[in-house]
């Protein structure tokens, strides 16, 4: 369904991370354009069915591609600079995104970047890390997060509906010898997500908490385990899942839905 674009106001769907940290480093000759971006360009493409989408990251230039390829489907995207560490930075970009629209599902799909010179080939044991990582890798993960939240919740909570999406990982669930930076980052943005259902939920704000388990495709990641037999998980079919959530009928919703491919065992990232 195309988003309709008469004089009303438009329903919103941020997307806080509209690109992926491995999409960039690969050939992404030859992908559909749900995989050349990750999840987050694929979350883009898939709610700017459904809504107009307004896709944040660090920069609007890095948007652009995201943004045209939403225009060539028939869609409308707005892209708004917004760094989630900073409490002004994201109070203006939902000011913004709030102007064109009332925000009736924000996705929070942002994970902090590797240490430098880390990759997922050689990720560090714990006594290897950095604390002033974490410390930044946390106000990224889960401090962002909650500025976000804070920036959406008043109206949703005065309309009595909305959805607010976390996208996390496997070591959400549990740590790993080689998972340590990432997750006490990711364990904390589960933590948040629970408390935010149990606070909002009744009054109609539906929060879920997405496990991905398993790498997502992409042209970094393909690049990086080329030769290799992976299980990826598809980025266009986990952001059918969102929608999912975001459609899911208030008697039954959703706080948490783990999603693995069927040709990898339940945690073999860890």
Known sequence: MTPSHSTSKPRIAVIVGARSKHDKYGDSAGLSAHIRWGLGGALSLRFAQDYTVVLMG?????????VEEVARQGGHAVPIACDVTDDLSVDQAFAQASALGRIEVMVFNVAPPFPP??????????????PAYLQRGFDIGV???LRC???VIGPMLDAGRGTILLSGATAALRGGASFAAMSPIKFGLRSLGQSLFQAYAPRGVHVAHVVIDGPIDSPGLRALFKG?????????ELAEAYVMLANQPASCWSHELQLTPNLASIGTRL
């Open 228 to 236: 290799q037999e992976v299980a990826f998980l598809d980025p266009g």
């Open 149 to 151: 939240v804070r920036a």
């Open 117 to 130: 010179g880390v990759t997922v080939a050689n990720l560090p044991l714990p006594h290897e890390i950095d």
């Open 58 to 66: 660090r920069s609007a230039e890095e948007l652009a591609p995201v």
């Open 143 to 145: 401090t962002g997060a």
